[in-house]
């Protein structure tokens, strides 16, 4: 009997990038089936609502990924990560690494988990050379002062972050 791999890749995606969609790609050749969570994170103050952010990830794997579309899931979720994993049967959690800057906290993060739930392993993809500088915080502030985004987001993102900050508020 086959054993069906499963991942969770876990963020607040808010909103997801073209670095995103790059580790959620090379992702997919590591596990069977990925399951995108997509966290209530108070802690970072995201500027989407849960919902938003669940249907602009949807929308974009949708746009991107073609075939692998059908073997991601999406699921907003809130609480322990590893919970979350458990819950879905997961053995391995994915986690994108830019720089220097983000391996700290991820080993800490990885090696927190690891006590909490010693049967799933955290997966390190690196981002690739040409989409390591793509971060959401760099995104917003561009969308914010009326760059152009569509080299790091998708369209249907690009639209929305053009939404959110030209209306007055």
Do not use: W
């Amino acid at each position: 009997m086959a054993m069906n791999r499963i991942g969770v890749y876990p963020g607040t995606f808010d909103p997801i990038t073209v670095g995103h969609l790059d580790i959620i790609r090379r992702a997919m050749s590591v596990v069977d089936t990925l399951i995108i969570g997509v966290a209530l994170d108070t802690g970072k103050a995201p500027i989407f609502n849960l919902e938003k952010r669940s249907e602009m990830v949807l929308t974009s794997i949708a746009a991107e990924l073609n075939g692998d579309a059908s073997r991601i899931e999406v699921q907003p979720f809130s609480g322990l990560l590893v919970n979350f994993a458990q819950q879905h049967g997961a053995s391995l959690i994915i986690r994108g690494l830019r720089a220097v800057s983000d391996f700290e906290y991820e080993f800490q993060m990885a090696c927190m988990n690891s006590k909490l739930a010693p049967s799933i392993e955290t997966v390190f993809l690196t981002a690739s050379d040409s989409k390591h500088y793509v971060s959401s915080r760099f995104v917003k502030q561009i969308a914010r002062l009326g760059g152009d985004v569509s080299a790091f987001v998708t369209p249907n993102v690009a639209r929305d972050l053009t939404s959110y900050f030209s209306d007055p508020r």
